[in-house]
């Protein structure tokens, strides 16, 4: 199982930018499980539902995005690192939010394993 760690949250006025990290570390979790996996994404506004945000599909597979986010947030990884980034440009208050990441299926972009803490983003207007 993964066990993600995410990192680069904090406070930024609207306009800005911010990158997250994501870790997936895991005792049985290889170099080679990490980059035959798809990656994701979420966030969790406060009082709303956890939503996806970005989804690195594996293989080369390509990037989906959440319509609210297209044009603005890019998502990337390094297989190596095993390591999901997520570039956060033109920020709105919107995006204020606790942002995840996990491994997603790569059909349902459903997250599959447990969340990890997140890292808080809250955009000022």
């Known amino acids: 199982q993964v066990q993600p760690v995410e990192s680069g949250g904090g406070l930024v006025q609207a306009g800005g930018s911010l990158r997250l990290s994501c870790a997936a570390s895991g005792r049985t979790f290889s170099t080679y499980t990490f980059s035959t996996s798809s990656m994701g994404w979420f966030r969790q506004a406060p009082g709303k539902e956890r939503e996806s945000v970005a989804t690195?599909?594996?293989?080369?597979?390509?990037?989906v995005y959440a319509d609210s986010v297209k044009g603005r947030f890019t998502i990337s990884r390094d297989n190596a690192k095993k390591m999901v980034y997520l570039q956060m440009n033109s920020l709105k208050p919107e995006d204020t939010a606790v942002y995840y990441c996990n491994r997603v299926g790569t059909s349902s972009r459903r997250a599959l394993d447990a969340w990890g803490q997140g890292t808080l983003v809250t955009v000022s207007s």
């Open positions: 690195i599909i594996r293989d080369g597979g390509g990037t």
